[in-house]
């Protein structure tokens, strides 16, 4: 079955304290993105990768950090997190070019409490 | 700047009518694509449907379709014949091409009341 995989669902911390979230797909696919959602604010792309070890910042990237060392993970990293990072996050896979039917497939999201 | 725009915070529909959700875009790529997405209230993303920018045909997918008028810059979604589950929040996003660095944006969202 086609998926990605994000962990944890759940997850409380402190100011601080790193963190990394796991992101994992079963596609082959190249592009791999984090997003953050916020009430009124829709979805914003945080990073995003095309392919291993080629990672660009999207529209809030600040305060995160990524890495694509192999092609089926892509973790997000949150070296000290603040309450302003209090939120739910997505990862999302999919083909790369907007060209084709690039449908992303979402993992069921991550909501993240900083205290 | 690449922008996507949803208009209609919430939307009211009666049960088996059509709606149309409205999502206009702004980018300067020539080769982009759109998307809509649904998310309900337990949280997941559920992909509907896809237009890409060179697709002379407007998308169809059931009972979703995507107006899409690529002058104006619009790609909105009808849904027809609306049932209860279609209740939920939907949003339109985009996919640059190479001049945009393929970055993926999304609308703030057009959240759908469907009434029995």
């Known amino acids: 079955e086609a998926q990605v995989t994000q962990n944890p669902r759940y997850l409380i911390t402190v100011t601080g304290k790193k963190l990394t979230v796991t992101c994992s797909q079963n596609?082959?696919?190249?592009?791999m993105s984090w997003y953050r959602q916020d009430p009124g604010l829709g979805l914003r792309q945080i990073y995003y990768?095309?392919?291993?070890?080629?990672?660009d910042k999207g529209d809030v990237p600040e305060g995160y950090k990524v890495s694509r060392k192999e092609k089926r993970n892509f973790p997000l990293i949150l070296e000290s997190p603040s309450p302003n990072q209090t939120s739910l996050y997505f990862c999302?896979?999919?083909?790369?070019?907007?060209?084709?039917?690039?449908?992303?497939?979402f993992g069921q999201g991550t909501r993240l409490t900083v205290v | 700047a690449q922008k996507i725009t949803q208009t209609q915070p919430g939307m009211f529909v009666q049960e088996k009518e059509a709606v149309t959700l409205d999502c206009t875009y702004d980018t300067s790529d020539q080769s982009y694509g759109l998307f809509w997405y649904k998310q309900p209230s337990s949280g997941e993303m559920i992909f509907l449907i896809y237009?890409?920018?060179?697709?002379?045909q407007n998308a169809t997918e059931g009972r979703y379709s995507l107006n899409f008028q690529k002058a104006r810059k619009s790609a909105n979604l009808v849904i027809s014949a609306s049932q209860l589950g279609d209740s939920a929040m939907y949003f339109c996003a985009m996919r640059e091409g190479q001049t945009g660095g393929f970055k993926t944006i999304f609308g703030a969202g057009t959240r759908l009341f469907v009434k029995a």
């Open positions: 596609m082959n696919h190249e592009y």
């Open positions: 990768s095309m392919n291993v070890e080629v990672t």
């Open positions: 237009q890409g920018s060179y697709d002379e």
């Open positions: 999302a896979s999919s083909l790369t070019s907007p060209s084709m039917n690039t449908e992303a497939f």
